[in-house]
């Protein structure tokens, strides 16, 4: 794998402008708040965190849906926020595809599969009626449709089908970076099964580059090279996913990977397993607690962690924004991951 750059995101920012719901007045929703990272050529960077905690606005940022309120992305070497004349947005546009959680809504129901997954090559592309059919035919069959499939409309086809036509529609152009966002949360699981193992499959077979997003730490432990865990807003852990999954240093990733369902009970007793119990809900992205965004949670927070915001430090290869990680180690090492069952 290239360990170069395609996409850098520098010190993204989204705000979004709303009515606080206690006071009335004009607040800040901070959705996305200072978040740094560098996806990798050909990886699959996989992004976790509870509901609300910003991953779907980090991915339309990244596929260029929206507009940060501060920050900077660099894809492809090219600075996105630069005013230069010989960049070439058009072709930058069709190089990012991202599909959505929700196969229901995100297909248009009175038009057919065909105008639905050749519409990215009639904007794009000058192709005749038979060249577009003739497209189309082909990436149905990469993402395992049938030829005569694109002459139906969207309401013919279950959930999972309907995911694998959203899907053909964001391929269509053969993109380098493609946004995946919990393409397989609203499936059964047997159905997700195998849409993730297409998307691996179609990955396999060419050069692009995921960003995988999911609330299912299992799901992304099974998509992906490398691992952010988000929460309220921030990055608050990176690793490879080897070092996520077996050696997780942030309570949080340690709580995600503790909450996986596991079916021995003995080893569902396991005494660590307790102790991290988190306190609470999230809270709102308008008023983060201050210092550690994670404190009202976290079972090991002391008055340092109300105070100081803990940075995101690199460490071997590898980032975490905690005060206590390395004392939190020693003192809690995590016994059995839950991927040793
Ligand atoms: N257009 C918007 N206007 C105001 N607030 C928004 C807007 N879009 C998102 N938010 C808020 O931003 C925060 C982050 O939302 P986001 O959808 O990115 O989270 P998420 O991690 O994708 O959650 P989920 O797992 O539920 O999809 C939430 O508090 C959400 O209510
Ligand atoms: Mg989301």
């Given at each position: 794998m290239s360990s170069k750059p395609l996409v850098e995101a520098i010190s993204i920012k989204k705000y979004y402008e709303v009515e606080h719901p206690r006071t009335g007045k004009n607040a800040f929703?901070?959705?996305?708040?200072?978040v740094s990272i560098s996806i990798k050529q050909t990886e699959t960077y996989g992004l976790v965190g509870e509901s609300g905690s910003g991953k779907t606005t980090l991915g339309r940022i990244l596929a260029l849906l929206e507009k940060p309120t501060s920050g900077k992305l660099i894809y492809d070497g090219f600075d996105l926020s630069s005013t230069n004349k010989s960049l070439d947005y058009r072709k930058i546009r069709r190089e990012i595809q991202i599909v959505f959680q929700d196969p229901y809504s995100s297909l248009h129901p009175r038009k057919k599969i065909v105008d639905i997954v050749g519409e990215p090559l009639l904007i794009h592309e000058k192709l005749s009626r038979e060249q577009i059919e003739n497209e189309v035919a082909k990436i149905l069959e990469i993402v395992g449709l049938k030829q005569e499939h694109m002459y139906r409309y969207p309401h013919e086809f279950s959930g999972g089908q309907r995911q694998r036509i959203a899907l053909a529609r964001a391929l269509i152009l053969k993109p380098k970076f493609l946004v995946l966002d919990e393409p397989t949360s609203a499936l059964d699981v047997s159905v997700q099964a195998r849409i993730l193992n297409l998307l691996k499959d179609i990955k396999d077979r060419t050069n692009m580059t995921y960003f995988f997003i999911s609330h299912n730490i299992a799901v992304i432990d099974y998509m992906s090279d490398r691992i952010g865990v988000m929460y309220l807003g921030k990055i608050v852990e990176e690793a490879s996913r080897n070092d996520l999954i077996y050696r997780p240093l942030h309570p949080y990733t340690k709580y995600l990977l503790m909450s996986v369902p596991i079916p021995d009970p003995e080893k569902a007793r396991a005494p660590n397993r307790k102790k991290l119990r988190l306190k609470g809900e999230i809270p709102s992205p308008i008023d983060p607690p201050k210092g550690c965004r994670f404190v009202t949670r976290c079972p090991f927070a002391t008055d340092k962690c109300m105070r100081e915001e803990p940075v995101l430090e690199e460490t071997n290869g590898r980032r975490v924004a905690c005060h206590y990680w390395e004392k939190i180690e020693k003192e809690f090492p995590i016994e059995l991951s839950w991927s040793e069952f």
């Open positions: 929703l901070k959705a996305v708040d200072n």
